[in-house]
């Protein structure tokens, strides 16, 4: 895979650690990624959640390098033994693991002798990795073609998104981003609206629609959304609105974002 950049790349997070799939931990990077990622005018297209195994992170990364989706990687980049992902990026994309010259300069930079014999171990990197600046102890992060990898702790790593995106992706920024429109949809089952919806996305096609039935039984009722450009989604709402009308179903209109 190649350093190649398009305009209709996707974003991707990994988050790695045993702790987030046992439970005993709660993942805050998401929702913090997405806010950031809205401020650009972006938007998160998956995210995979895996434990902190050498074998696991390496099988994911080789399956997402193929991709050419942006990627950031939280966690396991530390000192410890159970950081293992400074090990697996270098596997995963084939490059010797070295004591990094520039990550080495900055971590003795900072520390001085007690950079030894520890801390230096956040040194040791994918050969050919490029340095991402950690804004908090200069500790860095690293960069292997689309893949970035960030420490776990969210003071860190956000700033270190934020930079990497507005260093490298800034042709992914969306200065008239796409809006979001909701209505309650009520008494009316999912079944019959689906031939209005079909419609709905031959006539605005660059409309997407979401429908969520309630699971809490209060009559019928859906979640309804029209996500798009601005002007694709006024379209479509005052036409689904007439079109609701038409079929006599009762709808209340929720919020646009």
Same mark, same amino acid.
Do not use: C
């Given at each position: 895979?190649?350093?190649? +950049? ?19 931990? =709660? ?26 195994? *050498?074998?696991?992170? +390496?099988?994911?990364?080789? =399956? ?14 530390? $000192?410890?033994?159970?950081? =293992?992902?400074?090990?697996? $990026?270098?596997?995963?994309?084939? =490059?010797?693991?070295?004591?990094? %010259?520039? $990550?080495? $300069? ?12 520890? *801390? ?14 950690? %804004?908090?102890?200069?500790? %860095? ?16 790593? /956000? ?21 979001? /429109? *909701? /209505? ?32 809490? *039984? ?40």
């Amino acid at each position: 895979m190649s350093n190649a +950049v398009s305009t209709d790349q996707k974003i991707g997070l990994i988050l790695i650690g045993d702790e987030l799939l046992n439970g005993s931990r =709660q993942d805050k990077h998401m929702a913090r990624v997405i806010e950031i990622l809205k401020a650009r005018g972006m938007s998160l297209s998956w995210v995979r959640m895996i434990v902190d195994t *050498r074998e696991e992170i +390496v099988a994911n990364l080789k =399956q997402t390098k193929a991709l050419n989706d942006v990627v950031f990687s939280f966690g396991g980049i530390g $000192a410890t033994p159970d950081d =293992q992902t400074r090990a697996a $990026a270098s596997e995963a994309f084939n =490059q010797k693991f070295i004591r990094h %010259p520039e $990550a080495k $300069a900055l971590i003795e930079d900072k520390f001085g002798e007690s950079a030894y014999p520890s *801390r230096i171990l956040m040194a040791d990197l994918p050969e050919h990795a490029t340095m991402i600046p950690n %804004p908090v102890n200069q500790v %860095p992060g690293f960069k292997i073609e689309h893949h970035h990898f960030v420490p776990g702790f969210p003071d860190m790593a /956000w700033p270190m998104v934020e930079w990497v995106l507005d260093t490298y992706y800034t042709h992914l920024k969306n200065d008239t981003p796409n809006v979001e /429109w *909701r /209505w309650d949809i009520l008494g009316t089952p999912e079944s019959v609206l689906l031939p209005m919806m079909n419609e709905l996305l031959k006539k605005f096609e660059a409309v997407n629609l979401s429908s969520l039935p309630s699971t809490v *039984r209060r009559g019928d009722l859906i979640d309804f959304g029209l996500k798009g450009p601005e002007e694709d989604v006024t379209k479509a709402a005052k036409w689904l609105e007439e079109k609701l009308q038409a079929m006599d179903v009762a709808y209340k209109f929720r919020e646009a974002k």
